[in-house]
Nanobody, 115 residues
Framework: QLVESGGGMVQPGGSLRLSCAAS????????MNWVRQAPGKGPEWVSV????????YYIDSVKGRFSMSRDNAKNTLYLQMNSLKPENTALYYC??????????WGKGTLVTVSS
């Protein structure tokens, strides 16, 4: 099970920290992803972190503003989002990685960036 939290409404330029609590599997064995879906659009991959947390990759539009991390002792994934823009408004999902892609998805947490 993957349960996201930390979403909310924030003004442009603001920050939010998303969390994803994992249970029911060995969290530290899996790469993890954040995927978002903006209103009226399809899912968009945002970032990935490897099992140990030492390697992260981001979509170009969030590089330098978003930072992904994980705490394997707490089975928790994080996404620190700074300098938020209205176009970052979306439902953000925590998604487990597999060698071929991604499998289990959380239910998402809504981020709204608006003045």
């Amino acid at each position: 099970q993957l349960v996201e939290s930390g979403g909310g409404m924030v003004q442009p330029g603001g920050s939010l920290r998303l969390s994803c609590a994992a249970s029911g599997f060995t969290f530290s064995n899996y790469d993890m992803n954040w995927v978002r879906q903006a209103p009226g659009k399809g899912p968009e991959w945002v970032s990935v972190i490897n099992t140990g947390g030492g390697d992260t990759y981001y979509i170009d539009s969030v590089k330098g503003r978003f930072s992904m991390s994980r705490d394997n002792a707490k089975n928790t994934l994080y996404l620190q989002m700074n300098s938020l823009k209205p176009e970052n408004t979306a439902l953000y999902y925590c998604v487990r990685g597999t060698p071929g892609g991604m499998d289990y998805w959380g239910k998402g947490t809504l981020v709204t960036v608006s003045s």
